[in-house]
């Protein structure tokens, strides 16, 4: 069996209010939630950062509440994002990075920047954002992908772009924005936004095989067939790479459901 790299499989956040009762047992304390999440799944994309910074002792509370080898994502601040000209980031970034991320230790994952869905690529401007972004910091490696939601952003030069500096992007299936499934640097990070709460999985067990299939695929250093990219042309090279999955879809009720039967899909071989 080839080599691959480790699965994670998760959801977006752990404060909702419908996963009590349905995901969360009737009796458990609020404040037991990220405890008893992330004993059931293997990582968690943090949502609430987007909006808002947190205290450095409140990093080190999640973390001290969660199992070694589970890890966050961390989605960027919209006041970084969410701007006509991205290359004028770069004091908004340092707030964002200097909120105590770091508390994390290695629980901390990759960061993803999500652009607006008004946001066209712009080569230039993008470069500009990527030779902005931190890639160490106090000795510590910190990852990041980009998800672009902008159909302009079809074209080689994106994946292009992001390769010169190692920044993966978010393979996002969504119904209403592209999806694109370039394999880029050394990880692969992927939101599977389509699911139902019509469907006790959120997807079906057809669904939830083709996902696992692909989710190995990636960590094997493949790349899935079927899936869109913005250069189909291009082969990465083929290594074992991690790979982040969450399932986010609008009323999300049945994610968790999903994410631990990926989870059980994706062990062993």
């Known amino acids: ?8 499989i ?4 752990w404060t909702f209010e419908p996963w009590r009762g349905v ?12 405890r008893y999440a992330s004993s059931k799944l293997t990582a968690i994309e943090i949502n609430g950062t987007y909006y808002g910074a947190q205290k450095p002792q409140t990093w080190r509370k999640w973390a001290s509440e969660v199992p070694d080898g589970f890890v966050f994502s961390v989605k960027g601040s919209r006041f970084t994002t969410q701007r006509r000209v991205l290359a ?22 990759p960061i993803l920047w999500q652009l607006p869905n008004t946001k066209k690529f712009d080569e230039a401007d993008l470069g500009a954002f990527l030779e902005l972004l931190p890639y ?6 910190i990852r990041h992908c980009i998800e672009a939601r902008h159909d302009s ?5 994106f994946p292009a772009l992001l390769r010169r500096f190692g920044v993966p992007v978010v393979f996002a299936e969504h ?13 692969v990070y992927a939101r599977l936004q389509t699911g139902s709460d019509e469907i006790e999985t959120a997807y079906s067990d057809k669904d939830l095989d083709l996902w696992a299939g692909r989710l190995k695929t990636w960590a094997e250093g493949g790349r899935p067939e ?14 074992p790479r991690d790979v982040f999955a969450y399932i986010i879809h609008e009323g999300k009720v049945r994610a968790p459901a999903g994410a631990m039967a990926l989870i059980e899909r994706c062990k062993g071989p």
Not at 136 to 141: A, F, H, N, Q, V
Not at 153 to 157: D, E, K, L
Request: net charge negative; hydrophobic share 30%.
């Open 23 to 34: 995901f969360y047992p009737d009796d458990l304390k609020q404040k037991d939630e990220l």
């Open 88 to 109: 004028e980031a770069g004091e908004s970034l340092d707030k964002f990075m200097d909120q105590g991320l770091l508390e994390l230790g290695d629980k901390l994952g």
């Open 175 to 187: 119904q209403t924005y592209p999806a694109f499934a370039d394999v880029v640097g050394d990880f």
């Open 153 to 157: 952003f079809r074209t080689p030069a």
């Open 136 to 141: 160490e910091i106090d000795g510590r490696r």
């Open 10 to 13: 998760g959801i977006g956040g």
């Open 226 to 239: 079927g899936l869109d990219c913005a250069d189909p042309h291009h082969s990465a090279e083929k290594r």
């Open 1 to 8: 069996m080839p080599e691959r790299g480790q699965i994670r």
